[in-house]
């Protein structure tokens, strides 16, 4: 799987089924997407003869129920269109998504570091009392609320400092 791709395509690292052996899938990245690559040459040929045929279709039928032949085309290719997206949804029900998605929890060292380096490069990132409600939810749902209480209440003399003169994230340019 080591072999050169095009500029589009290229191996997947790493690449495993869902049993996990690793065999059964040829895998490849396109677009930023993981595909199996006999389903991508499948998709391809039902996609290609689902709106080939709808065309042909259309256009022999149009040609005979309309007088003018160019109007009889234009319509043909929308039914072209209307084929490449049934092949799309054909394609999506028969082969089912290759990615595998894993979940992992940062420590809370590396948050911090991370944290710090945040600190470092913009220096004051604002208060939590500046952000909006909905974000503050989602900054307790994924545990990163208390981290940076933590680092607002290490700075206390920048918190204290005035609304207007105390710097914020959006404010360096970052």
């Known amino acids: 799987m080591q072999s050169s791709q095009s500029s589009l395509t290229s ?74 997206l049934l092949g799309g949804i054909v394609s999506a029900l028969l082969f089912k998504p290759k990615r595998v998605v894993q979940e992992e929890v940062a420590d809370e060292a590396f948050r911090a570091t991370v944290l710090a380096d945040l600190t470092k490069q913009y220096g004051d990132l604002g208060r939590l009392e500046d952000v909006a409600p909905e974000v503050l939810a989602e900054m307790k749902e994924l545990g990163l609320y208390d981290m940076f209480l933590q680092a607002q209440q290490q700075l206390p003399e920048q918190a204290s400092a005035p609304a207007g003169l105390r710097p914020v994230l959006a404010g360096n340019g970052g």
């Open 11 to 84: 191996s997947v690292p790493g690449a495993v089924d869902a049993s996990g052996s690793g065999g059964g899938y040829n895998l490849f990245e396109v677009w930023g997407d993981t595909v199996d690559a006999r389903h991508l040459g499948l998709s391809i040929g039902i996609g290609a003869a689902i709106s080939l045929g709808l065309y042909a279709l259309a256009e022999f039928s149009l040609r005979r129920l309309m007088d003018n032949a160019q109007m009889a085309h234009a319509y043909a290719m929308l039914g072209g269109i209307v084929g490449c």
